[in-house]
């Protein structure tokens, strides 16, 4: 097998982000209507369909499936191989892409594959694969408490050395990184502080870092009750920051964290904070806020989209630039 190439980083190319499609946080409008499986389920949607097909595809992109043991179902999800992975034996690091809540495997894959795709060819990052996830559409990557949903067992346990045992992988934490808007932040925040053996960085897009106050809200009260049993201390245990406390020392100049929010969020001074318990900690990052924009996976992608994949890139080639703010 060759092994993966000395990864390098070229200059930004901005031009390349117009055009990106807007629908991250959204249903993806560019499919048509008659195909309700591939837009987002309604907030607070159970029970959660697993698998999602689909025959519209970006470039590079699969549809696939893998029966989960820990669920005895089937999971849906997508990968993506660059140019030239059919007819080579190289082996490639993986971008993991969790999506945000109410969605699926499917939420956001005409966005982000376009842009890493693109970013590839136009040689702004090196090769990689990209996995899409399906997490379960409002599930903030916990496990039940009643552990019949099982998305952190799930993607940990058994997507991970599924995708290794079946793909041209690099099968080791140096190599593997992972990201998510919205829902999918908080998810890849968590798997980056939970298990910082698996993943060498993370970035977190818009995170709704929210705590346990804000599940009484009328949005929030089924997921309240159907993944963590109304317990607050169920919640918490799996919050990010709880993570981040046990864990410092092992995150701590190993795993490169960055995290871009909107000024106009609802969330940013949440994500202040966790900033702030960053330092306090002593752990470097990058914080992005972008001017004008607010909880919108769309234009937080078309702003900081690329960035954020070139930060994982140099992470992956051992220097992501992380800085003590």
């Not at 992975?85 to 499917?106: C, F, I, K, M, Q």
């Not at 599930?139 to 952190?152: A, E, F, G, K, Q």
Request: hydrophobic fraction near 40%; glycine fraction near 8%.
């Amino acid at each position: 097998m060759k092994t993966y190439a000395k990864l390098t980083l070229l200059a930004m190319m901005a031009a390349f982000l117009l055009g990106i499609h807007p629908a991250l946080g959204q249903a993806i409008p560019t499919q048509p209507a008659s195909r309700p499986t591939e837009n987002r389920a309604p907030h607070g949607h159970f029970p959660i369909r697993w698998v999602n097909p689909t025959d519209k595809l970006p470039p590079g992109a699969q549809h696939k499936t893998f029966h989960s043991a820990s669920m005895n179902c089937d999971v849906g999800y997508c990968i993506y191989t660059p140019p030239g992975y059919a007819n080579s034996d190289t082996r490639y690091p993986v971008l993991y892409w969790l999506h945000g809540r109410g969605g699926n495997e499917l939420l956001g894959l005409h966005a982000v594959v376009p842009l890493l795709h693109q970013a590839i060819i136009s040689k702004q990052i090196p090769p990689m694969l990209m996995v899409t996830v399906n997490g379960g559409s409002n599930t903030m990557y916990c496990d039940s408490v009643d552990r019949t949903i099982l998305p952190d067992t799930m993607i940990v346990k058994e997507l991970i050395p599924y995708i290794d045992n079946h793909y041209r992988t690099i099968p080791k934490r140096e190599a593997r990184v992972i990201e998510g808007y919205s829902m999918g932040g908080v998810g890849a925040l968590k798997f980056a502080f939970k298990y910082p053996e698996l993943f060498c960085s993370v970035v977190g897009g818009s995170p709704v870092l929210f705590q346990w106050e804000r599940m009484s809200e009328p949005q929030h009260t089924e997921m309240a009750k159907r993944m963590f049993a109304n317990d607050a201390k169920a919640f918490e245990s799996e919050h990010p920051t709880t993570w981040l406390k046990k864990n410092a020392d092992k995150i701590r100049g190993k795993v490169c964290i960055r995290i871009v929010v909107g000024d106009q969020e609802r969330g940013k001074p949440i994500n202040d904070a966790f900033c702030k318990l960053l330092d306090e900690l002593k752990i470097p990052y990058q914080y992005e806020v972008l001017e004008g924009i607010g909880h919108s996976g769309g234009k937080v992608y078309e702003k900081a989209g690329l960035k954020g994949f070139q930060f994982q890139a140099a992470a992956l080639a051992g220097a992501c630039g992380m800085k003590q703010r």
